[in-house]
């Protein structure tokens, strides 16, 4: 089965078997701003925190999810599996990266459409 997953910091949705990670679906999005670690919850680059749904989880490293992040709906991507249509925010060092590669773009968008180089230089 696949759920939806839409991504706060972004605006952007996905599709995600409940077979594979958050993080899976994710780097699915071929977003170079998105960050991936160890893959097996020891890094905590890719913790996300569930807004709205509901996950399954392998274990998570306590030095990044504490039983209080989790009961707050913190969870490693790299181990949480949808169970539902989901949408979650990135938090920490994922949110940076995604917020930053949005700004790029959106920067980026933005001159192309005026026909100006984003290049001051030139």
Do not use: W
């Not at 990044?64 to 989901?86: M, T």
Request: charged share 25%; net charge positive; with cysteine.
């Amino acid at each position: 089965m696949s759920y939806q997953v839409d991504i706060t910091n972004t605006e952007e949705r996905y599709a995600c078997a409940d077979s594979a990670t958050l993080l899976a679906g994710m780097e699915a999005l071929a977003r170079r701003g998105i960050p991936v670690g160890c893959r097996g919850g020891g890094c905590g680059v890719c913790k996300v925190r569930i807004e709205v749904g509901q996950v399954r989880t392998d274990k998570m490293s306590q030095s990044h999810i504490s039983a209080a992040d989790e009961a707050a709906g913190y969870v490693l991507a790299c181990r949480a599996y949808p169970c539902s249509d989901l949408r979650l925010s990135a938090v920490d060092k994922l949110a940076r990266c995604i917020e930053r590669s949005r700004a790029k773009a959106d920067f980026l968008q933005a001159a192309l459409a005026t026909g100006s180089h984003p290049d001051p230089n030139r």
